[in-house]
Structures are given as structure tokens and as C-alpha cells.
């Protein structure tokens, strides 16, 4: 490592060993777990109130994003030695979010100077939460039959139609919307991407409850909503481009936060099957068939993590995600599946617990997100989607 390297890691471990709040130390968040954040943001304690604001002060919310936006101005290799450092202490991320991983990237790419100055920097802050407004009913993987208006009128847009499966979209915001502007034009090529104010009258949100007991996302309705066409990102009709972009940083962030969630996954799951199943004289798990479970999903972890590692050079190399955040996104989901699977098959009857004073905490928290990571498949693009993306564009198969 590079004595500049080096000298940014002294300062980073100095800075954080001094600052970071004890309370956050060793207990980082798991999956989608952390502030995100936006008008409504509700703080776990206000020391995670307090390390959002003195994370962000620094740009370290999104630090690889310019200093002009509020971000760190990090490279991407002093990226990595922050995160490390984070992962020594066992610090949670500040600020999790779409801002960051969606919007705020696809704004650095299309947005205009004035679009980049507005949005990024309150993402940067926490101040503003962001939903994603694509799926309709009946245009989920054939997005682009959406149909939700858009009508130009003078230096706005009024929009009427309704999305769905919109995550968060009552704790949102703002949400970034396909939009129909063109009718007369093959269905790709009549596409807006546009940013809208969900305080703005005609916005109506409906939760819908899931199998794993939680609410995380909505129906959002659309009646006579003004948006300002300055905040039309990309060129009015040449949404598509803009939407597929943004969706190569979704696959990728779901590929990477599972990367980053079976990490040390491992270990844990071995744990377990030892307390629930028992282990022989070695301390090896007593079922040879479990035992062969857990080694076959502990190798496709490995091969995952490298894969990922190897995405992410590119990505460092400055090439935009493509066809393989397909690749990513396929195999991190139904691997994360597996993992959860072989986590409720060890826990036995303890694994048919779903609520109570009977079954262990931890028991509970594994079961529920068995079935949380049913939905990891569909989200973002179901899998059958991306494996067609494959064939097409990684394989050339016709
Ligand atoms: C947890 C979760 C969070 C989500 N969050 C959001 C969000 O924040 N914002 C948002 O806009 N959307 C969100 N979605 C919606 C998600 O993007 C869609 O559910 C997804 O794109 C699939 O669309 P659909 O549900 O309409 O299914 P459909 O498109 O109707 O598909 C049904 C089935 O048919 C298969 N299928 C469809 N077409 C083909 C084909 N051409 N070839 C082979 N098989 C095919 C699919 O693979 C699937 O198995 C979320 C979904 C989930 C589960």
C-alpha cells in the first residue's frame, strides 16, 4: 500500500477511535438495517443522530461522490480503507438509502450541474429519503409497457396513473418516476425520468402488508401531481436510458450487500448447527449431511465474494456496471436464499417459530428473513429477467 494510503488510514483510525460514539462500536447493521434518513427520519438514539451529522460534515456519507456535492472526494482505494476501518470498529454505516445507491449515482451520470447541486447534496445530509417509482401493475419486468402519464404543461408536468411495490414510499420524500410522455413512439422511446415532491397534493400512498410481517412497501397514486420539468433527468422521452443505468447500481448494491452480509455468515451458521444438532469429538458438526450443506454453501460464498471483488476492480477501473450486475444479482439472492433455507432447516422446530414468548430471538429473526429473502429474487428485476440480460448480453446467445 502506497504511503499516501497509508497515512490517509493513520488519520481515518485516529479520527474515529477518537470520535465515533462508543455506544455504535461493535454491533454494525445487517441487511437494510441503519438511518436512512429524510424529513421523517426517526433516530435509533441520538448517537446515531450525532454520527450521521459528523460523518456527513466530512463528505463520508458518500465518500467517493465529488467535495462540489457535498461528498468526501474519496478515490476509490481510500473508499475501501474507510470501510475498513468502519468494519475494524464495527461501526454501522451513517446513512443507508436509494440516494446513495441509486439516484445519487445516476444524477452524477445524467443529471445536469443545477440537477446535482439541488439533490445530491441534502442525500448527502440525510435530509432527504428517496423511493423508486418504476413497477405498475402489469409492467413489472415489462417495465417499459408503463403507463403512468406525464403532460407537459408549460414549464411543469402533470401526472396521473399509479405505481406499485413502491419500497418505503410512505417514509419517502421524494420518489424518481417513469413516466409515459410519448404514446405515438415504439414503448422504450416515450419514456421520462422525472423527480418528484411527494408533498405535493395528489400524492397518496397505500401500504401493503407481506408474508414476513412487515409493511416495506406501498402503492403510490398519482392525481393530477405537478411536477417542474427541470427536474426532467436525461431529456424528456430518453427516460429508458436513464432507467436502465440506474437499475445496473440497484443489482449491484443487491449483489454487494449480500456480499457483504455472508460475510462471516459462515462461522454463524456453523455455530448454530453445533448448538442445535451437536458437534462430534472434533467440534464438527454431528450430521455428515448438514456438515456437507454447510461446506457446499461456505465454497459458493468464497466464489461469490471473489466474483464480487473482481466486478468492483472494474468498477474502480471507472467502467459503468452492465450486464454482469445480472450475473451479481442472480446468484447473491438465490445464494442468500440457500443460506437462509439451511439456517431454518438447523434450527429445527425453532425454526417454525413466527412470533412470541416461545421460540429463541434469534430463532425468530431467522425465520423472518427466510421470508423476507423469498422477495430477493423479484426485487430489482426477477431472476428469469436477469438470466434472459445474460444470455443476450453477457453469453451473445440469440
Ligand atoms: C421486496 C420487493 C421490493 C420492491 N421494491 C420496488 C420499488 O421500490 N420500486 C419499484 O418500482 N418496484 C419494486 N419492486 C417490484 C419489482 O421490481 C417487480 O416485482 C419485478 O420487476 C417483477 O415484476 P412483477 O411483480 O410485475 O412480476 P411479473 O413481471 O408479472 O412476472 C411474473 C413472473 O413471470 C416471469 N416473467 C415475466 N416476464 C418474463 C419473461 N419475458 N421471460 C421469463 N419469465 C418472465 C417473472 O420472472 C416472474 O416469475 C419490488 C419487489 C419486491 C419483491
Given at each position: 500500500?502506497?504511503?499516501?494510503l497509508?497515512?490517509f488510514?493513520?488519520?481515518?483510525?485516529?479520527?474515529?477511535e477518537?470520535?465515533?460514539?462508543?455506544?455504535?462500536?461493535?454491533?454494525?447493521?445487517?441487511?437494510?438495517?441503519?438511518?436512512?434518513?429524510?424529513?421523517?427520519?426517526?433516530?435509533?438514539?441520538?448517537?446515531?443522530?450525532?454520527?450521521?451529522?459528523?460523518?456527513?460534515?466530512?463528505?463520508?456519507?458518500?465518500?467517493?461522490?465529488?467535495?462540489?456535492?457535498?461528498?468526501?472526494?474519496?478515490?476509490?482505494?481510500?473508499?475501501?480503507?474507510?470501510?475498513?476501518e468502519?468494519?475494524?470498529?464495527?461501526?454501522?454505516?451513517?446513512?443507508?438509502?436509494?440516494?446513495l445507491?441509486?439516484?445519487?449515482?445516476?444524477l452524477?451520470?445524467?443529471?445536469?450541474?443545477?440537477q446535482?447541486?439541488?439533490?445530491?447534496?441534502?442525500?448527502?445530509?440525510?435530509?432527504?429519503?428517496w423511493?423508486?417509482?418504476?413497477?405498475?401493475?402489469?409492467?413489472g419486468?415489462?417495465?417499459?409497457?408503463l403507463?403512468?402519464s406525464?403532460?407537459?404543461?408549460?414549464d411543469?408536468?402533470?401526472?396521473?396513473?399509479?405505481?406499485?411495490?413502491?419500497?418505503?414510499?410512505?417514509?419517502?420524500?421524494?420518489?424518481?418516476?417513469?413516466?409515459?410522455?410519448?404514446?405515438?413512439?415504439?414503448?422504450?422511446q416515450g419514456?421520462?425520468?422525472?423527480?418528484?415532491?411527494?408533498?405535493m397534493?395528489?400524492?397518496?400512498?397505500?401500504?401493503?402488508?407481506?408474508?414476513?410481517?412487515?409493511?416495506?412497501?406501498?402503492?403510490?397514486?398519482?392525481?393530477?401531481?405537478?411536477?417542474?420539468?427541470?427536474?426532467?433527468?436525461?431529456?424528456?422521452?430518453?427516460?429508458?436510458?436513464?432507467?436502465?443505468?440506474?437499475?445496473?447500481?440497484?443489482?449491484?448494491?443487491?449483489?454487494?450487500?449480500?456480499?457483504?452480509?455472508v460475510?462471516?455468515?459462515?462461522?454463524?451458521?456453523?455455530?448454530a448447527?453445533?448448538?442445535?444438532?451437536?458437534?462430534?469429538?472434533?467440534?464438527?458438526?454431528a450430521?455428515?449431511?448438514?456438515?456437507?450443506?454447510?461446506?457446499?454453501?461456505?465454497?459458493?460464498?468464497?466464489a461469490f465474494?471473489?466474483?464480487?471483488?473482481?466486478?468492483?476492480?472494474?468498477a474502480?477501473?471507472?467502467?459503468?456496471?452492465?450486464?454482469?450486475?445480472?450475473?451479481?444479482?442472480?446468484?447473491?439472492?438465490?445464494?442468500?436464499?440457500?443460506?437462509?433455507?439451511l439456517?431454518?432447516?438447523?434450527?429445527?422446530?425453532?425454526?417454525?417459530?413466527?412470533?412470541?414468548e416461545?421460540?429463541?430471538?434469534e430463532?425468530?429473526?431467522?425465520?423472518?428473513?427466510?421470508?423476507?429473502a423469498?422477495?430477493?429474487?423479484i426485487?430489482?428485476?426477477?431472476?428469469?429477467?436477469?438470466?434472459?440480460?445474460?444470455?443476450?448480453?453477457?453469453?451473445?446467445?440469440?
Open positions: 500500500m502506497s504511503e499516501r497509508n497515512a488510514r493513520a488519520e481515518v483510525r485516529a479520527w474515529l477518537a470520535e465515533a460514539p462508543a455506544s455504535l462500536r461493535g454491533a454494525p447493521a445487517g441487511f437494510l438495517q441503519g438511518t436512512w434518513g429524510g424529513r421523517k427520519v426517526k433516530f435509533d438514539s441520538p448517537d446515531h443522530e450525532r454520527w450521521l451529522r459528523m460523518m456527513a460534515e466530512r463528505g463520508w456519507t458518500a465518500p467517493t461522490w465529488p467535495t462540489e456535492y457535498g461528498g468526501g472526494g474519496l478515490s476509490k482505494a481510500e473508499d475501501e480503507v474507510l470501510k475498513s468502519l468494519r475494524r470498529l464495527k461501526l454501522p454505516p451513517p446513512l443507508i438509502g436509494f440516494g445507491v441509486m439516484i445519487g449515482p445516476t452524477l451520470e445524467f443529471g445536469t450541474e443545477a446535482k447541486r439541488e439533490h445530491l447534496p441534502p442525500i448527502v445530509r440525510g435530509e432527504i429519503r423511493c423508486q417509482g418504476y413497477s405498475e401493475p402489469g409492467s419486468s415489462d417495465l417499459a409497457s403507463r403512468t406525464a403532460v407537459r404543461d408549460g411543469r408536468f402533470v401526472i396521473n396513473g399509479q405505481k406499485v411495490w413502491t419500497s418505503y414510499a410512505e417514509k419517502s420524500d421524494w420518489i424518481f418516476c417513469l413516466v409515459r410522455t410519448n404514446t405515438q413512439v415504439p414503448k422504450q419514456i421520462t425520468f422525472i423527480l418528484v415532491d411527494m408533498d397534493p395528489g400524492v397518496t400512498t397505500r401500504p401493503i402488508p407481506l408474508i414476513s410481517g412487515a409493511s416495506p412497501f406501498c402503492e403510490v397514486f398519482f392525481s393530477d401531481v405537478v411536477a417542474e420539468a427541470r427536474n426532467v433527468i436525461g431529456g424528456i422521452d430518453q427516460g429508458w436510458t436513464v432507467a436502465k443505468a440506474l437499475l445496473g447500481h440497484e443489482r449491484t448494491m443487491v449483489g454487494e450487500v449480500f456480499a457483504q452480509s460475510a462471516g455468515g459462515e462461522a454463524e451458521l456453523a455455530q448447527a453445533r448448538r442445535y444438532i451437536g458437534a462430534d469429538a472434533d467440534g464438527k458438526v450430521d455428515p449431511l448438514i456438515r456437507h450443506e454447510l461446506a457446499q454453501v461456505a465454497m459458493d460464498e468464497r465474494m471473489l466474483t464480487v471483488k473482481r466486478i468492483k476492480d472494474g474502480k477501473a471507472g467502467q459503468r456496471p452492465g450486464p454482469e450486475s445480472s450475473i451479481l444479482k442472480v446468484y447473491g439472492t438465490e445464494l442468500n436464499q440457500r443460506r437462509r433455507e439456517s431454518v432447516r438447523i434450527a429445527g422446530t425453532d425454526g417454525l417459530g413466527w412470533e412470541g416461545d421460540y429463541p430471538p430463532a425468530l429473526t431467522a425465520t423472518r428473513e427466510w421470508l423476507r423469498r422477495g430477493n429474487t426485487e430489482g428485476g426477477t431472476s428469469e429477467i436477469q438470466l434472459d440480460i445474460i444470455a443476450k448480453h453477457t453469453l451473445g446467445l440469440p
